[in-house]
């Protein structure tokens, strides 16, 4: 990752109409992963969530590459008036990390105090596979160096019996971090993903909120 994140799309989501979450600042909140895992779902119902919750909300993404495969980052900021997209080292809340080695490229911008949620799942790049670069080795214990909650959230949504909703497996981490009701985070699923999956994804976000433990 670049030392700022630029964003190549922005985005503010309408204020809902629900009551107001108790958030006393702008909180910021990364999304980070590769293409095809799901971040700019993830990021979409944490939108809805909020606007329904009466928070102004704004959204970035960017993306490394075009092709499945690539970097994805998606920068959500909600609170009662939301200026900027700036997400510099430092100032994330949250960190969402759908991949072990993009957890370790998005430490930088966690906040002192934040919370990193990551699925505990390497993906092997690219550039590893044609030998221009090498994995780390010490993945695991860099992460819990650091603090960063590991979920096997592959392995839960496939127990979920949702093998593609290891996104909803993170967003439920993610909301046990963030002052919205379970309900409101149950509601924007049930309207964001297909009907027919909407019973096992419902079943992913809960066994991901157990998994985090908080």
């Given at each position: 990752?670049?030392h700022?994140?630029?964003?190549?799309?922005?985005?503010?989501?309408?204020?809902?109409?629900?009551?107001?979450?108790?958030?006393?600042?702008?909180?910021?909140i990364l999304?980070v992963?590769?293409g095809?895992?799901?971040?700019?779902?993830?990021?979409?119902?944490?939108?809805?969530?909020?606007?329904?919750?009466?928070?102004?909300?704004?959204?970035?993404?960017?993306?490394?590459?075009?092709?499945?495969?690539?970097?994805?980052?998606?920068?959500?900021?909600?609170?009662?008036k939301?200026?900027s997209?700036?997400?510099?080292?430092?100032?994330?809340?949250?960190v969402?990390?759908f991949?072990?080695?993009?957890?370790?490229?998005?430490?930088q911008?966690?906040?002192?105090?934040?919370?990193m949620?990551?699925?505990?799942?390497?993906?092997?790049?690219?550039?590893?596979?044609?030998?221009?670069?090498?994995?780390?080795?010490?993945t695991?214990?860099?992460?819990?160096?650091?603090?960063a909650v590991?979920?096997?959230?592959?392995?839960?949504?496939r127990?979920?019996?949702?093998?593609?909703?290891?996104?909803?497996?993170?967003?439920?981490?993610l909301?046990?971090?963030?002052?919205?009701?379970?309900?409101?985070?149950?509601?924007?699923?049930?309207?964001?993903?297909?009907?027919?999956?909407?019973?096992?994804?419902?079943?992913?976000?809960?066994?991901?909120?157990?998994?985090?433990?908080?």
């Amino acid at each position: 990752m670049a030392h700022a994140i630029a964003t190549d799309a922005s985005s503010t989501v309408n204020v809902g109409t629900g009551t107001t979450a108790p958030i006393d600042k702008t909180k910021t909140i990364l999304l980070v992963g590769v293409g095809g895992q799901g971040t700019i779902l993830a990021g979409n119902i944490l939108a809805m969530c909020a606007a329904e919750a009466g928070l102004d909300v704004k959204v970035s993404e960017i993306h490394g590459m075009s092709q499945r495969g690539g970097s994805v980052s998606t920068i959500i900021r909600v609170g009662e008036k939301v200026d900027s997209m700036v997400c510099d080292p430092g100032c994330a809340d949250v960190v969402v990390a759908f991949e072990a080695i993009e957890a370790l490229r998005a430490q930088q911008y966690l906040a002192e105090g934040g919370t990193m949620f990551v699925n505990d799942e390497e993906i092997v790049p690219v550039s590893v596979n044609i030998g221009n670069f090498s994995m780390p080795t010490d993945t695991s214990e860099r992460l819990d160096a650091i603090g960063a909650v590991r979920i096997p959230a592959g392995r839960i949504a496939r127990e979920a019996g949702s093998p593609r909703s290891t996104n909803v497996v993170l967003v439920g981490a993610l909301s046990t971090a963030l002052p919205f009701a379970e309900e409101q985070w149950r509601d924007a699923i049930a309207r964001r993903v297909p009907p027919k999956t909407v019973e096992a994804n419902l079943e992913a976000f809960d066994r991901g909120r157990a998994a985090a433990g908080r």
